[in-house]
């Protein structure tokens, strides 16, 4: 969080690269996502790269969130400065339906498949373990959804 003195370029640069590479995950990988941003893998890599001065603008910030349908980079930002989002359209009407409860539950059930792979051998390994961060976060995602199309959004 931020110390109130504002942030260095440094500490910016880490708060978005982080946010990139988390996004990048939920987005299911750094191949699909460049081709979707007409970029070259190679100039991905180095804007998610922390020893890289290399950082995406900021439009493109937005269309990743917009792709993966969350506000993972922008609300890391926010978080950086000390605020915190809260979704806009929030309804007093209930649109959850079935559909997202579905999908919900077909992602669960990818959740509970891959960990009972990975935890076969009793552990979750270095290799497994950004694969399981990623389901995790597409659960999570699914879950903020829902819950920002119940009454009051939820946030």
């Known amino acids: 969080m931020s110390t109130g003195r504002g ?5 910016a640069a880490r708060v978005i690269k982080t946010a990139l590479r988390r996004a990048t995950r939920l987005y299911g990988g750094a191949v699909g996502l460049s081709i979707d941003l007409e970029l ?15 950082i995406l603008p900021a439009h493109l910030l937005l269309v990743i969130d917009s792709l993966i349908g969350s506000p993972v ?3 890391a930002m926010a978080r950086e400065l000390g605020y915190r989002l809260v979704r806009q359209e929030a ?17 669960s059930g990818d ?6 792979q990975f935890l076969a051998d009793g552990e979750i390994d ?17 879950l903020r959804t ?3 199309k119940l009454p009051g959004g939820g946030r």
């Open 40 to 54: 070259s893998q190679s100039h991905l890599s180095k804007c998610q790269n922390p020893n890289e001065r290399e």
């Open 146 to 148: 829902m819950q920002d």
């Open 126 to 142: 270095n290799a497994e373990a950004p694969v399981a961060h990623a389901i995790i976060e597409l659960v999570i995602s699914h």
């Open 111 to 116: 959740l509970a498949q891959k960990f009972s």
């Open 91 to 107: 309804t007093e009407e209930c649109s959850l339906d079935m559909s997202d409860l579905l999908r919900f539950v077909g992602v």
């Open 7 to 11: 942030l260095s370029k440094e500490e």
């Open 73 to 75: 980079i922008i609300d």
